[in-house]
């Protein structure tokens, strides 16, 4: 066992009881890029997936908006409600944006969620998204089985929220919260149709002091384009909340309508079709990241690569040709 590892039954037996130590040491296994690394991690979820295991059991919210939103601050306000008010436990992944040079997170829990970040009941867990597309790290669908393994039964995932797409948050969580801001020109300028048609939940924020006219009319004016908007569930109209992270105000009601969606769904179909696709998502997603590995590594393609990418940068190549070329190169003469 290399230096700094445990052994998959003690990595396990940690996680399931609530060990926040060895929680922390599992996920730095399963974020981790080594090879060895990943095949221990493979074995350590297999393990917590069986059995009374409780991976799989947690409400699991996805959080997104863009910046100025108020993201960091309503999730600390919200799982202070959850921990405090409802005794939930919560845990909260806050996907960073990653720096290009060394991958590692820009922004740390240190400076973010200090108060939600002392309470026994709260763990929260900043990774970098290595520049995956929705902010969300390569393996956070792990980290997620693990918390739920570890006893939170809440799981908030807060994305980077900088323009890309949300595609993946939306395959990883129950229920898909964007939040709106107010007072920002015109609301309904600008609006990516893709994010609103993965929404379960619209909340305007800063809904307080001079802004909260002004949170008013833009909740009316987001209700009416939500009736544009194709529902992703029968059953389930997406609804337009305010919230004050400041004050308070709406956080409450904001969860009971989380609690309210799942109830919806559960009672149906809706909501073991929801994982079961999910599952299905994250097995293709998978198959390419490995599949991107051993291409990026193959003899052939290190080899034919700086010659293809000086002729594409040259314009004397297209990229769909020089790629054909590449992955021919990859496929060997059994695949041409």
Known sequence: MARGRLSVEAYAAGVQAGDRAVLARAITLVESQRADDQVLARELVAALQTGDSRAGGALRVGITGSPGAGKSTLIEALGLHLVRDLGRRVAVLAVDPSSVRSGGSILGDKTRMQELAREPRAFIRPSPSLGELGGVARHTRETVLLCEAAGFDVVLVETVGVGQS??????????????????AGDELQGIKRGILELADILAITKADGDNLAAAER??????LAMRLIRPKHAGWSVPVVTTSSVTGAGLAALWQTVERHREALQAGPAWQAQREAQHVY??????????????????????????????????????????????AAFAGPAGR
């Open 166 to 183: 949300e595609v993946m948050v939306a395959q990883l969580v129950d229920c898909f919260l964007v939040l709106m801001l107010a007072g």
């Open 282 to 327: 994250w097995l293709w997603r998978a198959i390419e990241a490995e599949l991107m590995r051993r291409f990026a590594a193959d003899p052939e393609v290190l080899a034919r690569r700086p010659a293809l990418e000086a002729a594409v940068r040259a314009g004397r190549l297209s990229p769909d040709h020089a790629a054909a070329e590449l992955l």
């Open 218 to 223: 833009a909740r009316a004016e987001y209700a």
